[in-house]
T-cell receptor, first 113, second 115 residues
Framework: EAGVAQSPRYKIIEKRQSVAFWCNPI?????LYWYQQILGQGPKLLIQ????????DSQLPKDRFSAERLKGVDSTLKIQPAKLEDSAVYLC???????????FGPGTRLTVT | KQEVTQIPAALSVPEGENLVLNCSFT??????LQWFRQDPGKGLTSLLL?????REQTSGRLNASLDKSSGRSTLYIAASQPGDSATYLC??????????????FGRGTQLTVWP
């Protein structure tokens, strides 16, 4: 069974630039999550989708971050404009349903200079 | 406020030792608790998932216990090996209706097993 796929794996941008990350969840998983993991900390949920609808985006900085999950499968997370404090690993995860076991992708390491 | 704390932050042991990693959480009304492993530069690998009705789960050399009343979970690793070296993360999901699904993570315990 293929796992959660993410791209790119690494990205370096200058502050005020924009960046986008892509995630392809495990086939059949209805719930998709984006987490931000700052160095030395545990992951923090940014947004959770159930199929193509947003369930929880309470911790998403909406002035600069946006995410979508068209057709209830793949998802993209965008940052525009980026700040230095956005440097982190962005992890995508999926699960069969809300509350069930989550499976994580390899993450995208973002460095903002 | 839901918080997850893990101690110690780092642990270094010789190969072959049995060890315990600790996780504590506020608010005992959890839905489930999940232990993950994270290798440097990689994503998270799920190790064990314990439902709120369970007391423990086992997988190979790993055993995770859950004591909701005291707000604690432990991950027991038997006969540790150098390949067990990684960061271990504890994550809790609270039963909060529409936010069911959000995992609250601790900062992790960085484990080093030396030969």
């Amino acid at each position: 069974e293929a796992g959660v796929a993410q791209s790119p794996r690494y990205k370096i941008i200058e502050k005020r630039q924009s960046v986008a990350f892509w995630c392809n969840p495990i086939s059949g998983h209805a719930t998709l999550y984006w987490y931000q993991q700052i160095l030395g900390q545990g992951p923090k949920l940014l947004i959770q989708f159930q199929n193509n609808g947003v369930v929880d985006d309470s911790q998403l900085p909406k002035d600069r971050f946006s995410a979508e999950r068209l057709k209830g499968v793949d998802s993209t997370l965008k940052i525009q404009p980026a700040k230095l404090e956005d440097s982190a690993v962005y992890l995508c995860a999926s699960s069969l349903a809300q509350g069930s076991e989550q499976y994580f992708g390899p993450g995208t390491r973002l460095t903002v200079t | 406020k839901q918080e997850v704390t893990q101690i110690p932050a780092a642990l270094s042991v010789p190969e072959g030792e049995n060890l315990v990693l600790n996780c504590s959480f506020t608010d005992s009304a959890i839905y489930n608790l999940q232990w993950f492993r994270q290798d440097p530069g990689k994503g998270l690998t799920s190790l064990l998932l314990i439902q709120s009705s369970q007391r423990e789960q086992t997988s190979g050399r790993l055993n995770a216990s859950l004591d909701k009343s005291s707000g604690r979970s432990t991950l027991y690793i038997a006969a540790s090996q150098p390949g067990d070296s990684a960061t271990y993360l504890c994550a809790v999901r609270w039963d909060r209706g529409s936010t069911l699904g959000r995992l609250y993570f601790g900062r992790g315990t960085q484990l080093t097993v030396w030969p």
